[in-house]
């Protein structure tokens, strides 16, 4: 499997992992049944997701300095 696909389809399953625990959050708060826990739910997802992210927003630069061209299905 491609390394680039495979990090897209992470990065896509992470943001929606992310959206359902900040769904959560918000319930929790608007119910009052706030926990401190539940308020770092939410990081350890949004710090992969910034990692991923990162290395998607750089490759094609790292590759235009490489000489190499991007994919269609990666840009």
């Known amino acids: 499997m ?6 897209r ?4 399953w992470l943001s ?3 959206t359902v625990t900040v769904i959560a ?3 929790a708060v608007a119910t009052g049944q706030t926990m401190e826990w539940l308020y770092m739910l ?4 949004l710090l ?7 290395y998607m927003f750089f490759l094609p630069y790292v590759r235009k300095t ?3 061209r991007p994919k269609p299905s990666e840009v």
Do not use: A, D
């Open 66 to 68: 490489q000489g190499q």
């Open 9 to 12: 389809q992470g990065h896509r």
């Open 48 to 54: 992969v997701m910034m990692i991923t992210g990162l």
């Open 42 to 45: 939410p990081l350890p997802p």
């Open 16 to 18: 929606l992992i992310f």
């Open 25 to 27: 959050n918000v319930i």
């Open 2 to 7: 491609n390394w680039n696909k495979l990090i």
